[in-house]
């Protein structure tokens, strides 16, 4: 992967919780290491639907907070805010005449978020024309993705293919890279991990406001009295022990589950204890950037400058090959 760009984002809901943590953040810490990586928290994607404008500064910080935390080191990768660069939105804008509303209605996130809503917002159905212009303004090869995001990914590549064959070769067509970590269930059994649904854990929570949600945590329904055999394969508690616990007590919670060894609440205490022993650094590298404001600040300011000269170049080409920098000097050369 030397050489690569890597490209991602992340809403701005404050601090990170669980999923953001299994199904992104690792992976993005890891790739800092492996790539040029581009982390982006996109605030203009936050404002699709409806949202306290007074809290969202707030929420940004606390999201760059929670990035610094989980490991991302602003030496070794560039972390900044989507609206820093405005040429976000006029690339989206430009991407909108290349790409059909008929694959943006399509998408499956956009039925899904549009279903019962009476009057659905543009933005919502826009909302892949924006990731795309994230992706492509970086000129990124490769994407770290949910499964949830790969068909969005996939009309960014139709979509750096169509605006090539029109204007010229340019836009690399990105990469995917699926997170290992699979869909994960929220702590319900049910559905996505998120704060709005309550079905999680934030990454910086105190280990008795882990305990307090682990325990809550859907298990086996089949499991019903502690003398009941389990079934690890189906039981969600389980799924999330496999990032918080060794190869060997895994393979011991799986057999004693199966034999009704093990009760629900003491597995589920052994995943809570698992959880505030991976979180605990990261609890106390948030507690020093809190204390230092302006520092995350200075960070974000600087990985702004960064990618506005990138974005700043990518435009230049853009509006060339689209007859839209250069109007003024070809007409007056013409008198
Ligand atoms: Fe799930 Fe653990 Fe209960 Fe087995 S013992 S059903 S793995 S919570």
């Known amino acids: 992967m030397s050489g690569a760009r890597v490209f991602s984002g992340m809403q701005p809901t404050g601090e990170a919780h669980l999923g953001n943590y299994l199904g992104a953040l690792r992976q993005w810490v890891r790739l800092q290491d492996e790539a040029d990586c581009i982390y982006c928290i996109v605030d203009y994607h936050a404002i699709t639907l409806e949202y306290e404008p007074a809290r969202l500064p707030e929420r940004v910080l606390d999201l760059a907070v929670s990035f610094l935390a989980a490991g991302l080191n602003p030496d070794r990768c560039t972390i900044f805010v989507q609206s820093d660069v405005p040429e976000h939105t006029e690339l989206a804008w430009i991407l909108n005449t290349v790409a059909s509303v008929g694959e943006l209605e399509r998408m499956t996130q956009y039925k899904d978020k549009s279903a019962g809503m009476e009057s659905v917002p543009a933005g919502v159905l826009n909302y892949p024309i924006l990731q795309a212009a994230d992706i492509l303004l970086y000129r990124a090869d490769r994407v770290p993705v949910g499964e949830d995001q790969a068909q969005h990914l996939e009309l960014t590549r139709e979509i750096a293919r169509r605006w090539n064959r029109r204007f010229g070769e340019f836009f690399p067509e990105p990469q995917a890279l699926i997170s290992d970590a699979g869909r994960i269930r929220g702590l319900d059994g049910q559905a996505k991990m998120s704060k709005s649904r309550g079905n999680t854990v934030g990454m910086l929570d105190e280990p008795a406001e882990i305990w307090a949600r682990v325990r809550t945590a859907v298990t086996d329904p089949q499991r019903v009295r502690r003398s009941d055999p389990g079934r690890p394969e189906v039981c969600n508690v389980f ?85 839209l920098r250069s109007w003024r000097e070809r007409t007056a050369a013409g008198g």
Do not use: N, W
């Open 239 to 323: 799924a999330l022990h496999r990032f918080f616990t060794a190869a060997e007590p895994l393979a011991t919670i799986e057999r004693q589950c199966r034999a009704a060894e093990i009760g629900c609440v003491d597995c589920k205490r052994l995943l809570s204890e698992g959880i505030v022993r991976a979180f605990e650094p990261m609890r106390e590298r948030a507690a020093e950037y809190r204390a230092q404001p302006a520092r995350v600040r200075e960070i974000l300011g600087d990985g702004a400058a960064r990618c506005r000269a990138l974005a700043q170049e990518t435009m230049r080409e853009v509006r060339e090959r689209m007859g």
